[in-house]
């Protein structure tokens, strides 16, 4: 079965380079790899000419290097991955390792291979996404040595594909678990591992919290790495130090023994998603064989009441609102939702009474602030509840007898509903771990900038949709379609290229509006001081809410003309 691996994996490289190579010959592939081999050659070369010999040079980058963390680097790379392997219980995601294609379904699960043969058919497959990944990371590895990168490339692909294994573990134990209808010690062992987890570090931070205060972040960081090299701690994340131990050693011998360790941790894995997968046979089959149904990696709707009935009448745009807030709920799994609300809720209120522990209060407020601005920076992107996803389906949405600027409208509203209230989410608990926090600028002038911000992010997120809208109907070769996105450096100059078109539009659409703002602080910032700026977020947000009516009006032209055939299928 392994040599049949290497095979397919060969020919699979083969074929794709050879039609990557072949689309080379169409303008929008063309300019795309481009702009991709520019910017891989630029990066590439300034990060060599960064890290070239001298001592000046040794001298400023020293500091980057992993190995100057010395051995308080495992310990707290141990309890962030510690932490993310206990929050993957309830991420609202699913491991696609053991998802089969259609055509390793029809060809694969007929021939005399058993169960465990598929699994480590899988796992091999996925060496390749994980390989070119670790490559990436490797090649961006501070350091101008090749054999440290090379040391690089091996530690990030261990660490990778353990959490890719985990990860699936994972998902089977909840699938087991919801079901209870087999064997489930696995699953058990698992959530009891997981559970410990936190228990053995909520015990480390309270124990540390009891001895000493923690005012500051520089606290927070110093009391982690104290209870991390405890006995009972360190015990509990041995296996994510001797993961993470490969990437801070300094010399070759030091990473022969430490790559032993990582190579222990991912056997044990490995071992452990085999025997989940051949006690959990009917969970893993049922999920391997649903995206082969119909083809691809379809979305898992589940059949719920709708609570919102749609009008006889009304405007055209709710409709698509409608549509939109019902492939949301019945795509994701309101239990899950509802247990990142109770742990987020959770944490804060024990952040916000820890009177010996206000550092917690500081360190959950910048990260609340910055998944205030992923939110709305990134998640414009991710989230594609919108013609960039719609287009698939522009056969029928022409014969609908709705105006072009009102099917664009009504495709903006409910993502950027959607992106807003995650935002918001984020930016209301950093703002409250802002306002209890002891700080020397003013509890008015932090209201105000709050409040302005949380003001603000409504008029980013509908520019953005706006300009991601405006690109599927005037590019519509450029948007992928479906699930899979295209990947090679044509790929990723096209991306710069859409991230470049999107930083630009987001600018002129934002500069009215602070415009604006500048001059509310010319004629009131000396009465009203800060709080001119909620002022300038609203006349932000509006001056992007009447941009965007107009421009979807000219758009709305732009896709009535719209061919079906310029959309490109996938395979």
Known sequence: MIGSTLYIIGCSARNRMNRRLRRLREGRYLVGALVGVVYLFLT??????????GAYRRRMSSPLLLPALGPLGPAMGGVLLACASAAAWVMPFKSNLLEFSRAETAFLFPAPVTRRQLVVYRLMRSQVAVLMGSLIVALAYPTGSVVAR????????LILMTGHAFFTIVTLARTRLRRRDGPTAFAWLALAGSLGIVAALAAGFAREAAGAPMATVGDVVDAATRFAQHDAVGIVITPFTWLLRPLFVETNGEFAVALLGALAVYAVTIAWLIWADSVSTDAAEAVSEAPAAS???MRGYVARPAAWQLGAAGRPEWAFVWKG???TFRTIDRRVLLRIVLVVGWMAAAALMATRA?????VAGVFSTWGALFAVLIAPQIVRMDMRQDLA???????WPVRGAAVLRGEIIWPSIVVTVMAWSFGVVAMVMSLVSLSRVPSGNRSAFWLSFLIFLPGMVIAQYTIHNGIAVIFPGWVPIGPSRPRGVDAVGQRLIVLGATWVGLLVALAPG???TAVLFMLF???ARMWVLPAGAIVTTLCVVVEMLLVTRVLGRVYERLDVTSVERPD
């Open 295 to 297: 083809g691809s990696r």
């Open 358 to 362: 206000r550092g917690i209060v500081l």
């Open 325 to 327: 807030a019902l492939q």
């Open 514 to 516: 602070i415009v604006a």
């Open 525 to 527: 910032g000396r009465a």
């Open 150 to 157: 090379l040391r690089g490339l091996v530690s990030v692909w």
């Open 44 to 53: 590439l070369a300034m990060r060599e000419r960064a890290y070239q010999p």
């Open 393 to 399: 389906h522009l056969e029928l949405l022409k014969t």
